[in-house]
């Protein structure tokens, strides 16, 4: 637990806590397996170029498209890997972890964007179909599936809580995906002709990049945007704080995260005249790292006014101006 400062009655009392663990950018063993998942993805990217354009399937050169995001979304991953591992220092005082969530974001973004150029020119090609060569298209989407398994389970050895490597691992995921579509359109048109199932494949592919670059959108906004994490209830454990012993108020209750999988707390408390400060500080912090994994947590801790027990209410606040709901602990306790 991180100290406490000030003292005397009606002094604040804060104090700052964090889990014993570095704030890093990604293992090396992540790096690597990214890394290699990269070495794998462009090799077989030049290759499917090549077939694509030799036998005029949309699908495969809109799958070498889309591997072409791969690359550069794991190159992406990486370099924010690279970046968010360095230290704080000046002005970035909580270091460069947020870089990730950029990258995320980008990724997010770039499905979107290619899935809907993607979509338009199926639609296209649904209303004047080309020649396809069927039997070119199943061989490499074969091949696709082969590559695409093997870079999945590589990136799914990486640490997918990351929402940066979660980002690229949508983005081999869904190519994967886009591989099988592919690879079924091209034995439809190998078996029958029909050359409109190359641009229905498509059309498949397209609507799993948007479901993946809208969540992935969504998850990287929520934390610019500073929100709660999704399984954290700020109402919820506000209420729980209000109920610890000697606790009388807790407001100014801000609950975000730093990067991914790196929770932060901060909450003004007020507690009992007479009370050690010291000692609620501590067991809040402790409580919050226990049940709800909050390690990292800065808790500035007050002597409530008397008035302010006797009422309860939230009439008399502590702060005239908090943000956010003011909790009270129950009014059972505060009549005992």
Do not use: Y
Request: glycine share 10%.
């Amino acid at each position: 637990m991180g100290a406490a400062h000030g003292s005397g009655d009606g002094h604040a009392h804060a104090g700052h806590s964090h889990a014993s663990h570095a704030i890093g950018g990604g293992s090396d063993s992540d790096r690597r397996w990214l890394a290699a998942a990269l070495v794998v993805i462009v090799l077989f990217l030049i290759g499917e170029v090549i077939a694509g354009v030799v036998a005029g399937s949309l699908a495969l050169l809109s799958d070498a498209a889309h591997m072409l995001t791969d690359a550069a979304s794991i190159a992406l991953a990486l370099g924010a890997m690279r970046l968010a591992a360095r230290p704080a220092a000046g002005r970035m005082t909580f270091g460069w972890r947020r870089v990730e969530i950029l990258s995320a974001q980008v990724n997010g973004i770039t499905l979107i964007g290619l899935g809907i150029w993607l979509a338009v020119e199926a639609v296209r090609r649904l209303i004047h179909p080309p020649a396809v060569t069927g039997g070119l298209v199943l061989g490499v989407a074969l091949v696709g599936i082969v590559v695409n398994l093997t870079a999945t389970w590589m990136i799914s050895r990486a640490n997918r809580t990351s929402l940066n490597v979660e980002g690229a691992f949508q983005h081999i995921l869904t190519d994967l995906f886009a591989f099988v579509a592919t690879a079924v359109a091209g034995a439809v048109m190998w078996v029958s002709g029909f050359a409109r199932a190359d641009a229905i494949a498509t059309l498949l592919v397209v609507a799993l990049m948007l479901k993946a670059g809208i969540e992935l959108v969504r998850a990287a906004s929520r934390i610019f945007l500073e929100a709660a994490p999704a399984d954290l209830d700020p109402n919820e454990i506000g209420r729980a704080m209000a109920a610890r012993d000697s606790v009388v108020e807790v407001h100014d209750l801000h609950i975000w995260e730093i990067t991914s999988g790196t929770p932060a707390l901060s909450a003004h408390i007020l507690v009992e005249p007479g009370r050690d400060c010291h000692a609620v500080r501590e067991d809040v912090a402790h409580w919050l790292s226990g049940t709800h994994h909050i390690g990292h947590t800065t808790l500035q801790v007050d002597h409530a006014r008397a008035e302010l027990i006797q009422l309860g209410d939230g009439r008399d606040p502590h702060c005239g101006d908090a943000h956010g709901p003011i909790h009270h602990r129950p009014q059972a306790a505060a009549e005992r």
